[in-house]
Each structure stands twice: as structure tokens, then as C-alpha cells.
């Protein structure tokens, strides 16, 4: 029972991970209706930076300024690379951020070198005891830090004028300018909040372990949870991000215990599996919202 627990707390590690990601691809397709593959890059930059800058100052200290630089980057990549782009087909916008993915981590990887770059592990590699189950720091740390993140960042939309005029943006653009909303501030705004979720994901996820090129493939898990969690669906990110961990944990912990195929490297297919299932039963997600077309 104890090792089903430590498994479980393993797996709400990795999906506040997949959560946060998420959330950054939730936040930018509300504001623009574009799914937005720059949030590697994002993700990569923020680790990067940390990296640099623990060598002149402590760590938290570090991740603070390294989430508003990259929180910069996201809201100057909007300007000079999406702004211009208003009107176009949602295809083409996707398209460029594709290609800003590729041109960030390109100049990020030939910062990394081919070695692994340590940026230190402020909350140890080591386990801590809580009613006989032994946890690792590091997956309570993100967990913990997620929630706290994600309350701030229902909080802010909710309770804030700008959270306020973001929702009304995501709503109906030409109803946010006729009421004096800057459509374009939200723009702005909303590729800045989640360059920075990204960013911090990428230093839980790089604590420890070290910075390499290769570890933009964890951001694309985030995909399969927004299809699972919905494509417009704050909550839903969260959920489906933190499901979609604890399945990939019990999956990778038991499931060669239930049948040879699901043992070894399955639990990597399992997000992508979920999402098949969830696109052929409600294309929309399950707490995404139901959208209606006539032809």
C-alpha cells in the first residue's frame, strides 16, 4: 500500500510538470484561438537561464528573475512575431510559432553545449517520511509549488481588473474593445504568463537531473492533456495534467505486473493513447467547451 502511494505522489509530481505546460497552451489559445508550439522553447529558456544565473546568486533568487525574462521573451515574441500576423488564418499563426519553437531552442541548445548543464536541487534528491510513506522531495516540492501557482493564477483571473479583461477577451474580442479592453495588451499578457509556466516547469523538471537538449520532448505531453482536459479549460489542464501523471507512474510501476506488453518503456505511450480515446469519444475534451457549427 505504501509503495501505491509513494507511486501516486510520484505521478502528481510529473503531471503538475504536464500541468503547468498546459496550462501556458490553455492560456495562449483563449486569448488568440491558436495552439501555440513555441511552449519547448519557453520551457528551455527558463531552465537555461536559471542554470547562468545560480553561479552568481542563490537559487530561488535566480528562478524569480529568470521567470520574468522569459516571461519578456514570450510577450516580445508575440509583438514582433504574432502581432503582425492578426487576421491571418489560425493555421498560418500556428505555423510561425512552430517556427519560433525551432529558432529558440536552436539558439538555447548552443548554450547547453553537448553536456549536461546542473543548475543545483534546492529540495534534495532525498525522501521524507509523512504517515509511514516514503516521498521524494522534489515530486512534494512541485506539487506543492504547482497548486499554490495554479490558486494565484485562478485568483488573478477571477478577482483582478486585468484577469477580469483577459476572460472578457477570450470571450468575444470585438465586445472587449468596444468596452475599452486592450486586446492586444491581453495578447501580450497571455504569451508572457505562459512563456513563464513553462519556464518554471522547465526547472522542476530540470532540478536535479541536469539541462539537455533532449528534454523539450517532455513538453509535448502537454499536448495529449489539453485534448484530455480541453482545449479552453483552465481547470481541465490542471486535472487532466495531474490524471494524466498518476496513470503514467501506475502504469510504468504495475503494468507489467497485469501483462507482459504493458511492462518496459508502454508507460511513455499512454498520454498519446488517452488522447486517441478521448478525440474518438469527445473531440472537445471532457471539460472543454461543446462547440456547435451549422453548414
Not at 57 to 78: D, H, K, Q, R
Not at 86 to 99: D, E
Not at 160 to 165: K, N, P
Not at 217 to 229: D, Q, R
Amino acid at each position: 500500500m505504501n509503495d501505491f502511494v509513494a507511486t501516486v505522489i510520484r505521478g502528481l509530481g510529473s503531471g503538475s510538470i504536464y500541468a503547468l505546460l498546459a496550462l501556458g497552451f490553455v492560456i495562449v489559445y483563449k486569448s488568440m484561438r491558436v495552439i501555440s508550439f513555441a511552449q519547448p522553447a519557453f520551457m528551455m529558456a527558463g531552465a537555461l537561464l536559471v542554470s547562468y544565473l545560480v553561479g552568481s546568486m542563490s537559487f530561488f533568487p535566480a528562478v524569480v528573475i529568470a521567470l520574468l525574462l522569459t516571461a519578456l521573451l514570450g510577450a516580445g515574441v508575440e509583438r514582433v512575431a504574432l502581432r503582425p500576423m492578426i487576421g491571418k488564418p489560425v493555421f498560418v499563426i500556428a505555423i510561425i510559432t512552430l517556427g519560433v519553437d525551432i529558432v529558440l531552442r536552436t539558439v538555447v541548445n548552443s548554450f547547453i553545449g553537448l553536456d549536461i548543464r546542473q543548475m543545483g536541487d534546492p529540495w534534495g534528491l532525498g525522501q521524507i517520511g509523512v504517515l509511514g510513506v516514503k516521498i521524494d522531495e522534489r515530486h512534494l516540492a512541485t506539487l506543492v509549488t504547482t497548486l499554490i501557482v495554479v490558486a494565484a493564477l485562478f485568483a488573478f483571473y477571477r478577482w483582478s481588473r486585468t484577469g477580469l479583461a483577459m476572460r472578457a477577451a477570450s470571450s468575444d474580442q470585438e465586445v472587449a474593445l468596444a468596452q475599452g479592453v486592450s486586446v492586444g495588451r491581453v495578447f501580450s499578457l497571455s504569451w508572457a504568463l505562459a512563456a513563464a509556466l513553462a519556464g518554471l516547469a522547465g526547472v522542476f523538471l530540470s532540478t536535479g537531473i541536469g539541462l539537455e537538449q533532449n528534454l523539450w520532448l517532455t513538453a509535448l505531453k502537454a499536448l495529449p492533456v489539453i485534448i484530455l482536459g480541453g482545449l479552453d479549460s483552465l481547470g481541465g489542464a490542471v486535472v487532466a495534467g495531474l490524471s494524466i501523471g498518476v496513470v503514467e507512474a501506475l502504469v510504468g510501476s504495475y503494468g507489467g505486473d497485469l501483462h507482459p506488453v504493458f511492462g518496459g518503456d508502454f508507460f511513455l505511450v499512454v498520454p498519446y493513447l488517452l488522447m486517441l480515446v478521448v478525440l474518438l469519444v469527445r473531440p472537445y475534451g471532457l471539460f472543454g467547451t461543446r462547440e456547435v457549427e451549422r453548414i
